[in-house]
């Protein structure tokens, strides 16, 4: 294992282009590691095992264990949906149910589950995640709420954090800890209640 930093991205590639077969069984199988096992076991050396690559693979792409886990952190940050629907409503349902389809495969729960933990006492792993893959979902719920105040929906001092922050959390909550389903009808729920404390109704 090489010495950890404080990366934000794979090292870069020369020669023969890579193939992404083999990057999605190296994230596939950190995934799964972290999953399973939890980031302890999150070696170079397993997950070269469990991806059937050789371990000069897997370090050719990643200076170190964070590098790695940003990256499959971003591969699922990428999965979020942002569409222009006309609407802040619409729009926020879209892009929370697309969240809650992610979170709701168990390997993904778990995974986060394992990375948040760690994040808890790693300080550089929190700030990697913070600033890559937890950035990245903010942008889209910023973008959705932008878009609301260009539309008039909403007033453009408004705290979008704020409202963010209460919309994904309950998310957050049933993925993680109680495990409970998420479903459409319940997202529904929490983006009226939120619009109603703006004082959009209907």
């Given at each position: 294992m090489t010495t950890e930093s404080t990366p934000t991205?794979?090292?870069?590639?020369?020669?023969?282009p890579r193939s992404e077969s083999v990057g999605e069984a190296i994230r596939l199988?950190?995934?799964q590691i972290l999953a399973s096992e939890g980031y302890d076991a999150l070696t170079f050396?397993?997950?070269?095992?469990?991806?059937?690559?050789?371990k000069s693979?897997?370090?050719?792409?990643?200076?170190?264990?964070?590098?790695?886990v940003v990256d499959v952190g971003n591969s699922i940050a990428d999965l979020q949906l942002d569409r222009d629907t006309g609407s802040l409503r619409r729009d926020l349902i879209v892009a929370l149910v697309h969240t809650s389809v992610v979170f709701d495969d168990g390997l993904t729960a778990a995974m986060l589950a394992?990375?948040?933990g760690q994040m808890a006492h790693d300080p550089a792993l929190a700030q990697a995640i913070?600033?890559?893959v937890m950035a990245r979902r903010i942008a889209v719920m910023e973008q959705i709420f932008r878009r609301a105040i260009e539309r008039g929906e909403v007033p453009a001092d408004i705290d979008w954090w704020v409202h963010s922050q209460r919309l994904v959390g309950p998310l957050f909550?049933?993925?993680?800890?109680?495990?409970?389903?998420?479903?459409?009808?319940l997202i529904e729920q929490l983006v009226d209640l939120e619009?109603?404390?703006?004082?959009?109704?209907?």
């Open positions: 991205k794979p090292s870069s590639a020369r020669g023969r199988a950190a995934r050396e397993a997950v070269a095992a469990r991806a059937g690559v050789a693979t897997v370090y050719r792409r990643y200076p170190d264990r964070i590098a790695l394992a990375i948040v913070r600033g890559t909550m049933r993925a993680l800890l109680t495990r409970e389903p998420i479903g459409a009808t619009l109603k404390s703006i004082g959009i109704t209907g």
